[in-house]
């Protein structure tokens, strides 16, 4: 049989999921089906066509269409939810719960009829519950069903480390771990530059101050945009993401997954290191951590179990 490409799914088409479907037609990482709602199906075409058109000019052979139609999902290999409302200046993540949990689980109903053997991504907040909400409505296995968190919080802390010693951004390493809110763990201990450890190059205050910076790295970009969310680094979190599974890369990664006592919690899912490749999350790392470091995880998992509470209440 002839070779195929992948199919890429993206549900929901606005800020983050348009741009998300932009970078992976720009990797040429599969044919893209950008997804949204009846009442947005032409504007949704527009912006598939007005992709696809950029084509020829970047070089790119990827499709890309435009609907509101699932069954145009049809056995894709990967979907990506972003589908749901983002928050404004003077709101929390945890405020969109109910509105997105609704969402949520309608499109879940839908990938899980037309695309039961994808990778399912999940973008829309709060990130680490809508994981959960996706997973209990899916009914997929655990390594199919991956939130996306750590690989945005830790490319904002990347960012910082290396604007802060003037150095590239590719000798930064490291990572960031727990729920994604501002109880999130930057893990400092774990940070270096081409494999030195970050406190012997930046003084304890500054890097304080970038550990808090990375906590409220969201609500910085809200404050800024007035009316929405961040989007060019969730998108390119989530085409990184993408591409780890696509070409069985086999990236170690940070990923939203469900622990069943991984770090002493049990059906949680929250952001830990994870090995991505060809069949999801392949693996889960578990870290040695000190009393500090478990106690700061363990206040953020509190936060995303407060939050699953509200789901399940509701
Ligand atoms: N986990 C993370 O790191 C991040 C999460 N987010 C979250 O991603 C979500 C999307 O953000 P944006 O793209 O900026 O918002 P947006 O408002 O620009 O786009 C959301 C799109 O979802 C669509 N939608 C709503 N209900 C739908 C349904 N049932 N089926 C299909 N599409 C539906 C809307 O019509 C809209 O086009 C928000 O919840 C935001 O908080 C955003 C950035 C990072
Ligand atoms: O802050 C938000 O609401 C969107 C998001 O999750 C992020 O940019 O980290």
Redesign the pocket.
């Known amino acids: 049989m002839a070779i195929q490409r992948k199919k890429i799914t993206v549900?929901?088409?606005?800020?983050?999921?348009a741009t998300t479907a932009l970078m992976l037609v720009q990797k040429e990482l599969g044919d893209v089906v950008l997804?949204?709602?009846p009442q947005?199906e032409n504007p949704t075409k527009g912006k598939a066509l007005d992709m696809l058109e950029a084509g020829p000019v970047q070089g790119y052979d990827s499709n890309i269409t435009g609907t509101s139609n699932y069954e145009d999902a049809k056995d894709s290999d990967i979907v990506i939810i972003?589908?749901?409302?983002?928050?404004k200046p003077g709101m929390s993540?945890d405020d969109?719960v109910n509105t997105?949990a609704g969402?949520m689980k309608?499109?879940c109903e839908n990938i899980k009829t037309y695309a039961p053997n994808a990778y399912v991504i999940i973008?829309?907040?709060p990130?680490d519950a809508m994981t959960y909400v996706a997973f209990k409505t899916l009914g997929f296995p655990k390594n199919r069903v991956i939130?996306?968190?750590g690989v945005?919080d830790t490319t904002r802390y990347f960012t910082f480390i290396s604007q802060e010693l003037n150095v590239s951004v590719e000798d930064v390493h490291g990572f960031v771990l727990g729920g994604?809110g501002d109880d999130m763990v930057p893990l400092v201990r774990y940070t270096n530059v081409a494999g030195i450890p970050i406190d012997q190059l930046i003084p304890q205050n500054r890097i304080d101050a970038i550990v808090q910076r990375t906590r409220t790295g969201?609500g910085e970009i809200v404050s800024l945009l007035g009316n929405?969310?961040?989007?060019y680094a969730?998108a390119a979190?989530l085409v990184q993401m993408t591409e780890a599974i696509l070409k069985d890369k086999k990236r170690l990664l940070p990923s939203i997954a469900l622990l069943q006592g991984e770090y002493g919690y049990n059906d949680l899912f929250i952001g830990v290191p994870t090995i991505l490749g060809g069949d999801g999350i392949e693996k889960i790392i578990e870290l040695n951590l000190t009393a500090e470091e478990k106690a700061a995880l363990n206040k953020s998992a509190q936060s995303v179990r407060n939050v699953i509470q509200v789901v399940e209440q509701g």
């Open positions: 549900v929901g088409a606005g800020f983050t999921g997804v949204d709602i947005l972003t589908a749901g409302i983002a928050r993540r969109l997105n969402i309608s499109v973008l829309s907040n990130v939130g996306q968190s945005l994604h969201g929405g969310s961040a989007y969730p979190s």
